[in-house]
């Protein structure tokens, strides 16, 4: 694939375009404030409290079948958790409280920033841009809304809208066909090894991109082609590229 012209590249979103996971924190951190003042409690308690919120949400898996919503499901990892901390002081209106805290303050600090809007900017006059990100239907476009990314790209494809997500090819497919490119006309740029660079290396893509903004070593069972510590090194890689 020497010599390969890319016409297209794939984004992941959270963490590789908007920073996921610092929101989540601040988030975090703003609910913990309001479960003491709420509550009388302690910092190590309310931390406490939130920690298993969090782990909740990182097991979570959600079945859009079963009848209840997203916000519904994590309402209720509230309500357990304040009932496991808490016991009988625990409220469903303060759970309902926390979830709407925790979402709306996650929103609010999720964006776009500028040198990344001008990067995508320049890499749309020249390439297809795609963003494909995993993750429950309504969170991931509330998402894409609330940062007003979706103006950047050809196409926007949400995991949790198909019957597969990275790092299975079905979903890659589809993004290929979308925007009327091969698998090796692509470069997949995201922070998971797991889902994002183990999916563009199944897919057959032409180079894998890893955001590795945490400094970790790619010592996992799959490998990048690039590593780089910010997606606004992406230029230096597409120089490479040609």
């Not at 499901?73 to 303060?94: I, M």
Request: overall charge negative; hydrophobic content about 40%; some cysteine.
């Amino acid at each position: 694939m020497e010599g390969q012209t890319v016409k297209a590249i794939l984004f992941d979103l959270d963490n590789t375009l908007i920073e996921t996971s610092r929101a989540g924190a601040v988030a975090i951190q703003k609910t913990s404030e309001l479960l003491k003042s709420s509550l009388g409690l302690d910092d190590d308690t309310a931390s406490g409290l939130c920690d298993k919120f969090k782990l909740k949400l990182s097991q979570e898996s959600f079945d859009p079948s079963a009848g209840r919503s997203i916000d519904e499901v994590r309402t209720g990892h509230w309500e357990e958790s304040l009932q496991e901390a808490v016991g009988s002081r625990s409220t469903p209106s303060l759970a309902a409280q926390c979830y709407f805290l925790w979402k709306s303050s996650r929103l609010e600090l999720l964006n776009l920033s500028p040198e990344i809007c001008s990067l995508l900017k320049e890499l749309r006059r020249t390439h297809k841009l795609l963003l494909l990100t995993n993750g429950e239907a309504q969170t991931q476009r509330e998402k894409v809304e609330a940062t007003g990314c979706e103006e950047f790209f050809d196409a926007v494809v949400v995991g949790g809208e198909h019957a597969e997500q990275k790092p299975f090819l079905s979903i890659f497919t589809l993004c290929f066909r979308m925007l009327q490119v091969e698998a090796q006309d692509c470069v997949m740029v995201g922070d998971s090894l797991d889902t994002d660079i183990k999916g563009g290396v199944l897919a057959g893509v032409r180079a894998t991109v890893w955001i590795s903004s945490e400094g970790g070593a790619d010592d996992g069972a799959v490998k990048a082609d690039f590593t780089i510590p910010t997606v606004l090194e992406l230029p230096h890689i597409l120089q490479q590229l040609k």
